[in-house]
């Protein structure tokens, strides 16, 4: 393997250097060039986007051998909507958002606007309070996760997944709106389901104010001792490594 594709949200970014996440810690020890996706508060539709468009980018030029994807999935309560006029980071620090709208797409004219639940901007308010409710925010993703685990077995591209919070992200529900999607997902290739709770319950690191004075977040040694008791012992069982 050659490359570490990731995408998800603030537990996996990289630009704000705040934190050295797992991302960073898995492309250092699998000595892979790393392609990161992840942005602060981004939801899961444009977690699966983005790192489809990252593996078919690099499909260009490389075979599904040389690459290893990796995806934490984020809140079943985060969104985003496409805008054709608004500016790059014309919201940025906009509750609390380090970057927003966010692109992907070169020369694309246009750019995703992020949104969350407890934003206190005209468009999340708008989408949360009138069209917006917990169990749609689970199907939801769970389409974006059959949508990108179906792409990446189609492309024979070796990838793994978990979420940041299993609270925030609960895979497991029961429901009849949600069982017959949940029965088409492999989710052998969960190496975890919640990150925040694995760092919680079973780490030995405890958490700090790394994270801008935000115990929430882990911080750059419980990143590194998630990667080396969770992540690289999965990929092991899967002869990835």
């Known amino acids: 393997m050659k490359h570490l594709v990731t995408s998800g949200c603030s537990f996996t970014e990289t630009r704000s250097n705040i934190v050295t996440s797992w991302a960073k810690h898995l492309a250092k020890e699998l000595n892979l060039e790393l392609h990161n996706y992840a942005y602060s508060s981004m939801g899961n539709s444009l977690i699966a986007r983005q790192a489809i468009f990252g593996v078919e980018k690099l499909l260009q ?15 079943a309560d985060r969104g985003d909507y496409f805008d054709q006029d608004v500016q790059l980071g014309a919201m940025n620090g906009v509750d609390h958002c380090l970057q927003n709208p ?6 694309n004219k246009g750019n995703w606007i992020i949104q969350n639940a407890g934003w206190n901007h005209p468009s999340s308010n708008l989408w949360y309070k009138q069209f917006w409710n917990p169990l749609g925010g689970l199907i939801n993703t769970l389409e974006k996760v059959m949508w990108t685990q ?24 029961d429901d009849i709106n949600l069982n017959w999607m949940r029965n088409s997902l ?38 590194l001792e998630y990667t080396n008791k969770v992540i690289l012992p999965h990929l092991k069982n899967y002869d990835y490594i």
Request: one cysteine or more; proline letters at 4%; glycine letters at 6%.
């Open 102 to 107: 966010i692109s992907f797409v070169e020369e």
């Open 61 to 75: 030029n490389n075979n599904p051998e040389d690459i290893l994807v990796g995806i934490m999935w984020s809140s």
């Open 186 to 223: 492999d989710f052998s290739k969960f190496c975890d389901f919640g990150m925040y709770e694995w760092c919680r319950d079973n780490g030995v690191v405890s958490f700090t104010l790394e994270f801008e004075g935000d115990v929430a977040h882990p911080n750059s040694k419980q990143h």
């Open 150 to 173: 179906n792409y990446l077995d189609s492309k024979g591209v070796k990838y793994f997944m978990s979420t940041y919070s299993n609270k925030a992200c609960p895979l497991d529900t």
